[in-house]
């Protein structure tokens, strides 16, 4: 019989010595009790929940594969965006440029990358240029059947705050008299994003509910 390593055996002793964790063998659970107490607050600072990261969630009573199908076409971000209108596909391929109606004359860039197997969606865009997308938009879809035992799909979608939300990195792409950019939003991404999620859970069921396909005939052609 083939005796397998043990977890962080490639550590030797120092693996109880390691910073920072925290597993039953060295801490049972009534060490490990309070230190999760501990981490409860009633009350929590914006930057505590949202500093590097934006994550939103929902369900939505569609079949799942159709909402994901929907949302691997860059042209749905025109229906459940809040202000991404005018998508058209560039002279490279996968490349598209659209209106983002937040800045003044502001050009948003979009490459979407489609995983089916897995079912998620990652819009990569930057505003006013195509060469560096790297405001990336995390999405996955679900099968509500799964995790809620229920039909439907839950969409979970995640931000992380690229230190160029905080710097335009390319200020001569930028229209010269706008007057905000992408990452003066950053703090109402969370309300922001749900309202657009929002607006897809909406769509999504309305369309559904009718009989509709998610994906109009206009996108997919």
Not at 191 to 207: F, K, M, V, W
Request: hydrophobic share 40%; net charge negative; proline share 8%.
């Amino acid at each position: 019989m083939t005796v397998l390593p043990t977890a962080l055996s490639d550590l030797g002793e120092d693996a109880s010595s390691v910073a920072g964790l925290v597993r039953i063998e060295s801490h049972p659970r009534p060490i490990a009790t309070p230190l999760v107490l501990d981490k409860l607050r009633s009350v929590y600072l914006h930057d505590q929940i949202y500093g590097d990261f934006c994550p939103i969630q929902g369900y939505v009573d569609a079949p799942p594969r159709e909402v994901f199908d929907w949302l691997a076409h860059t042209q749905s971000l025109e229906e459940w965006s809040y202000s991404i209108r005018g998508c058209t596909e560039t002279e490279e391929a996968g490349l598209w440029v659209g209106e983002d109606r937040l800045g003044a004359d502001t050009k948003i860039y979009i490459r979407t990358i489609a995983s089916p197997e897995a079912m998620t969606v990652d819009y990569h865009c930057a505003w006013d240029q195509g060469r560096h997308l790297w405001m990336i938009y995390l999405m996955r879809v679900v099968d509500a059947q799964i995790v809620f035992d229920k039909p439907g799909a839950v969409v979970l979608w995640v931000n992380c705050h690229h230190p160029f939300y905080d710097e335009n990195p390319f200020p001569e792409t930028a229209p010269p008299e706008r007057p905000v950019w992408v990452g003066d939003f950053w703090d109402t991404f969370a309300p922001g994003h749900q309202i657009e999620l929002d607006n897809l859970t909406a769509i999504a069921e309305y369309r559904h509910r009718n009989g509709l396909p998610l994906t109009p005939e206009w996108m997919r052609s």
